[in-house]
């Protein structure tokens, strides 16, 4: 009975999907039972972090010693950990600029590790606004969710959890261009879908899409927790994503295996085909 309750849970959580199978040849290399590694390409790492669901994160290698970070691992903790990893096998030396993709903790629960760093951190300003206004439902929902004595260390981990802003704050309806490395970053809005505030972020150099939570895994049949979201405008949403980035060859979903642009039309499929 146990068993069946958490796998309800995981599915509900799983913000955009479930977590699929890894490609076995891929590099993979684990920093803890909860928290992995994956070189998609040279330079190129998905970040897993399983804390209890899977989540992803990407990071980017951009120039000589810039790289770009798309969301953070679940807490600081596993952020340092991902940190010190990098840091080892790229050196000290290395410009690491981060970027959240929505308020969720799977999007900025490591802020605190990285700001503690001095590493910049852009995210909206409607990002900040929903940490303060929205957040603790969402939280106590995650709590309910945890409340079993098996999942009693992430429960404990998540009671009392402190939130981090984003340091460097833009106007969520004004596409953001960074030039990290020598190369462009684009992080764009393209209107609601999972939550009001998530966006993708795509480097045109390297034809990588992180889709973050607006995108499901090919695993995923259901879009998962959708109470901080728009379900009538989510696959509207990720249409203009389609239409803008439709030349990208790597996309990466909030969870679950990365794969190419077939993940977005399976998304909207997904989700205009919710309740039929």
């Known amino acids: 009975m146990k068993a069946k309750m958490l796998m309800s849970v995981i599915t509900l959580i799983l913000l955009a999907c479930s977590c699929g199978s890894m490609n076995s040849s891929l590099k993979k290399e684990n920093l803890s039972g909860e928290l992995s590694i994956v070189e998609l390409d040279s330079g190129v790492y998905q970040v897993i972090h399983s804390f209890p669901w899977p989540g992803n994160s990407l990071i980017v ?62 995210g909206s300003q409607l990002t900040c606004e929903l940490l303060k206004t929205r957040n603790k439902n ?37 596409e953001q261009v960074l030039i990290i490395g020598s190369e462009k970053v684009e992080i764009y809005f393209p209107g609601p879908t999972h ?43 990720l249409a203009k994503v389609l239409k803008k980035y439709g030349d990208a060859d790597l996309v990466i979903p909030g969870h679950g295996s990365a794969g190419n642009i077939s993940l977005l039309k399976h998304s909207i499929s997904v989700l205009e085909n919710r309740g039929k």
């Open 61 to 122: 290698k951009l120039g000589q010693s810039d790289f770009v970070w798309v969301d953070t691992p679940y807490t600081p903790e596993a952020t340092s950990s991902v940190l010190e990893w990098l840091y080892k096998k790229h050196g000290k030396s290395i410009k690491i600029t981060e970027i959240n993709t929505g308020f969720h903790i799977d999007n900025l629960g490591g802020n605190g590790e990285l700001i503690k760093r001095k590493i910049p951190v852009y």
């Open 195 to 237: 939550t009001y505030d998530n966006t993708v972020v795509y480097i045109p150099g390297k034809k990588i899409l992180f889709g973050g939570c607006m995108v499901l895994s090919m695993e995923a049949k259901k879009a998962g927790f959708v109470d901080d979201g728009n379900m009538k405008e989510w696959p509207k949403s």
């Open 138 to 174: 969402t939280m106590q929902t995650m709590l309910k969710w945890l409340s079993s004595p098996e999942n009693k260390i992430y429960y404990d981990a998540y009671k009392s959890f402190r939130f981090y802003e984003p340091t460097q704050k833009f106007n969520i309806n004004e």
